[in-house]
């Protein structure tokens, strides 16, 4: 580290592919330097469905990234999500030979492999493995065990996962456009790094990021993440949902969503209605307040009450003493704040990226979390060779 | 012109309307809106939110401790420990009625969880215990569906009949074409205008009686699946329309579905000039769709409120093969059954429907007006039950256009009507447990008891 190197976060959303452009500063702060955006054709639920489509959009997001910044992009950290990933704890124990009792690099690289060597389905392949501690000989919180003296040493690392060949569909996408992959993240470890203090990590929090066709989650406490995953629904179920109960386009449905429409109920007057304007802006058809907000209200209930369902698997919604942080596209949905702190109990904050310089105004949003976050985890990446992404992904391509 | 004496005034016997769950909640609310008299209906559910919602004066709230007003979450343990919590409170509700009509959606926690205890109390109130289900759609899961085959057997053991109706079935038609918003629709429809007709049969015998008797003929065995159909008109041709559009009902396939069964019910209602002759038309025309050893049980009634429309209700049965069928076979055999046990007593009592299947122009309940309250209420559905559905305020009171005509109307206004799964039509689906996450959420809940 130390010298200022450029990288760009790639995330094909279902509703946007967006290219984030920025510099890692030798300090070890980051500073965006041009975003390029363009709509999504051709992705569904964060995954690609159509290669050909998507491909356009890339290209034209890259393309709008480079002019803005004015760098060549040759090289991205992609974003991978999908409601097939799936995630797991695992420890690794590595035995120091007889002969020695001080803990050394080489050790540690042992312990790590054999804790991310975890089994998992044959037709899924690895997406993160992420460090969580160490322990020698039993002792646990040891962050850094090189140089202490002891016999074993364990790891436990956070393996994420999912089907090899729905995320090398988008490798393929890139490959095409002649983007080279220098490491790929599974979404809402990414969005984690730019929302998240490393406080709240410490103290236990639970980033949810609710996008147009996923919803994805990462639980960190002690520092570490402990569990994360996503669900195949997102902001455009709630437009779906819409358009289905209103009789209306998608189109109106999106528009009614983000002008007036709210996840809290009861809060509208009997009989209050909105007026729908047609394309040249005359009134049209009348909406009922209360029932706008309650298609919403239930669809969001629902996809917060089945993510809570999956973190109750493991118990770490107890030790969240960070509460919630929302962030994503939908996370600007009136009331949602209310109605997640009612599902979960918990405190909720909502969030945009933090800590990064030269964001314009337009793009202090928490859509872009993902996107920026991807470069945020390259800068705390930079320096150790090659994540296991890297490996991977030679094998693919060779 | 038929002038035919009056059948000898009986008095009807009092029916007491019980919608229970969410589902069953929203078909009373309906048929509260068409004019049935608030104070024979009595709402019960665990879902206090919805409950307050419902439009019924009276209400049980299941479960003050089991659920705590949240509803079952779709658990029938849980609507069945919650309706015996309240067993004495609709007991006392239950008293005093000749006749129960339970209405539930048997896919959700509360519906099928609590109607067999209902259907068990009321019979023990000395009520004649009639149970309208609905079957939950299969895009609902498997949970729902195998729950609901459970809930149907136990409400066999208890009930005096069983009215049975599959939602596929009612919505299939709709639910390709027309989304399944109209799906639901369709089959709330199709379950009030049979209730609204076997309350017409029961209470207001006609000119030609038809009684109990004969629907126990056609629903006294077990594990059967109704088939109705209901339709009008007042056009110059009208007796061949509204056999027309009765058969064209979700359940009737055009009639097919007559083609096997053993009793048959049908009940023709007109305005004073309904002539004998139409009558005799519409019944030949009729019995081209049953078979030879078909048995009619025919009823004829007159309505001066109907003026120049003739409505018909068509009714009958099939077996299903496996408890839990979601295709039929076409044929359905029916076995003399005996007579039901109880035969309510009769009962001086108001009328319940102001309905076209009536038959006296009695003042007591006329039809709502345009500014009932009750209106303006299901206008602005409450929060999580009676989901929105916006049809429900345009289908008017009494519809001067016949029922199915109006369907047909709407279908053609919304050519490009979204799919069930609208946008995610082409996507792989989304399942969790069964269900199809793609489908919106708050049709998902319609039916279930939450
Ligand atoms: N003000 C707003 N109110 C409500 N919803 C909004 C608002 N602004 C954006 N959205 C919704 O946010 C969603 C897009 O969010 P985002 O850009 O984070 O998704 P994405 O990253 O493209 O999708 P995903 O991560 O699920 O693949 C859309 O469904 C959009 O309707
Ligand atoms: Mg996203």
Redesign the pocket.
């Known amino acids: 580290m130390g010298k200022d190197r450029i990288v760009v976060g790639l995330?094909?959303?279902?509703?946007?592919?967006?290219a984030v452009v920025g510099e890692l500063k030798g300090d070890g702060s980051v500073q965006i330097l041009g975003v390029g955006e363009a709509p999504?054709r051709g992705?569904r639920?964060?995954e690609i469905v159509d290669m050909e489509n998507c491909g356009k959009c890339i290209r034209e997001a890259i393309a709008e990234g480079e002019d803005k910044s004015d760098v060549m992009i040759k090289n991205v950290y992609l974003?991978v999500?999908g409601a097939h990933i799936a995630s797991f704890n695992n420890r690794g124990s590595y035995t120091l030979p007889e002969d020695r009792e001080k803990i050394e690099e080489e050790d540690v690289a042992r312990v790590e492999d054999a804790a991310r060597t975890a089994p998992i389905p044959a037709r899924n392949m690895s997406v993160n493995t992420i460090l969580q501690h160490f322990y020698v000989d039993g002792q646990d919180g040891v962050v850094t065990p090189v140089g202490m003296f002891g016999r074993t040493i364990e790891a436990d690392h956070h393996i994420v996962h999912g089907v090899s060949n729905r995320i090398q569909n988008s490798f393929q996408c890139l490959k095409d456009l002649d983007l080279e992959i220098e490491d790929f993240v599974f979404?809402p470890y990414a969005a984690a790094q730019a929302v998240l203090t490393q406080s709240q990590k410490s103290t236990g929090v639970l980033m949810i990021?609710?996008?147009?066709?996923?919803?994805?989650y990462c639980v960190y406490a002690g520092g570490a993440v402990k569990q994360s995953g996503c669900i195949g629904v997102?902001?455009?179920h709630?437009?779906n949902d819409l358009s289905l109960g209103l009789r209306i386009p998608m189109g109106k449905a999106?528009q009614i969503?983000?002008r007036e429409?709210s996840c809290t109920l009861g809060n509208s007057l009997p009989g209050e209605t909105v007026t729908l304007k047609d394309e040249h802006g005359f009134a049209g058809k009348e909406i009922e307040r209360e029932m706008l907000n309650t298609i919403i209200h239930m669809r969001v209930r629902e996809t917060l009450e089945l993510m809570k369902r999956d973190l109750e698997k493991e118990n770490y919604l107890d030790y969240l003493g960070g509460g919630i942080v929302l962030?994503?596209?939908?996370?600007?949905?009136?009331g949602?704040k209310h109605l997640t702190e009612d599902v979960f109990g918990m405190p909720v904050q909502l969030c945009k990226a933090r800590n990064v310089s030269g964001v314009t105004s337009a793009f202090e949003?928490?859509?872009?979390?993902?996107a920026i976050g991807l470069v945020k985890y390259a800068q705390a990446t930079t320096g150790s060779e090659g994540g296991g992404g890297w490996r991977w992904l030679k094998d693919f391509f060779k | 012109m038929i002038e035919l004496p009056r059948s000898n005034h009986q008095p009807a016997p009092a029916i007491k309307f019980v919608g229970l769950g969410g589902a069953g909640a929203n078909v009373l609310d309906r048929l509260i809106l068409d004019g049935l008299d608030p104070d024979s209906a009595i709402a019960m559910n665990t879902d206090v939110q919805a409950l307050n919602g419902s439009v019924t004066r009276m209400k049980i709230h299941l479960g003050q401790n089991t659920t705590r007003g949240l509803g079952t979450g779709g658990d029938p343990d849980l609507g069945h420990a919650a309706a015996e919590e309240a067993a004495e409170e609709i007991s006392a509700a239950l008293a005093g009625g000749d006749m129960v009509f339970v209405c539930a959606g048997l896919g959700g926690g509360t519906g099928g969880g609590a109607a067999p205890l209902i259907a068990h109390l009321a019979r023990k109130a000395g009520a004649f215990t009639v149970v309208f289900a609905t079957l939950p759609f299969a895009f609902e899961g498997r949970r729902r569906t195998s729950q609901a085959a459970e809930a149907l057997a136990q409400i066999e053991t208890q009930a005096d009949l069983v009215v049975c109706f599959e939602n596929d079935r009612m919505g299939e038609a709709l639910a390709s074409a027309g989304g399944i918003q109209q799906a639901f629709i369709a089959a709330d429809q199709t379950l009030s205008q049979g209730i609204r007709a076997v309350a017409a049969i029961v209470q207001r015998p006609g000119l030609l009686a038809l009684g109990l008797d004969d629907l126990s003929a056609l629903l006294k065995k077990r594990n059967t699946r109704c088939l109705f159909g209901y339709g009008e008109s007042d056009g110059p041709n009208r007796a061949h329309e509204a056999l027309d559009r009765a058969l064209r009902s979700p359940l009737m396939d055009r009639g097919r579905m007559l083609a096997g069964a053993q009793d048959v019910l049908i009940h023709i209602t007109g305005g004073p000039d309904l002539t004998l002759n139409e009558a005799t038309i519409l019944m030949e025309e009729f019995n081209r769709h049953v078979s030879d050893h078909t048995r009619i049980h025919f009823g004829f009634a007159t309505d001066p409120h109907l003026a120049r429309r003739i409505c018909v209700a068509i009714l009958s049965a099939e077996e299903a093969p496996a408890p839990v069928a979601k295709k039929l076979p076409q044929a359905a055999r029916h076995v003399e059954t005996p007579a039901p046990a109880a035969e309510p007593t009769a009962k001086p009592q108001a009328e319940l429907f102001s309905a076209p299947l009536e038959q006296e122009p009695s003042g007591q309940a006329g039809a709502p007006d345009e500014d009932d309250p009750g209106d303006s209420y299901y206008n602005s559905p409450p929060p999580s039950t009676a989901p929105p559905m916006p049809e429900h305020k345009a289908v008017p009171k009494y519809a001067p256009q016949p029922a199915t005509a109006k369907k047909e109307e709407r279908a053609e206004q919304m050519p490009l009507e979204p799919a069930s799964r609208g946008r995610f039509e082409k996507s792989e689906p989304t399942i969790v447990d069964g269900e199809d996450l793609d489908v919106p959420t708050f049709l998902r809940k319609n039916t279930r008891v939450k």
């Not at chain 1, 962030?327 to 009136?334: F, M, P």
């Open positions: 995330e094909i959303g279902t509703s946007k592919v967006c999504s992705v639920k964060g974003g999500t979404t990021d609710i996008g147009g066709g996923t919803t994805g997102g902001g455009d709630i437009t999106e969503k983000i429409g962030t994503g596209g939908t996370s600007e949905l009136r949602i949003n928490p859509r872009y979390s993902t």
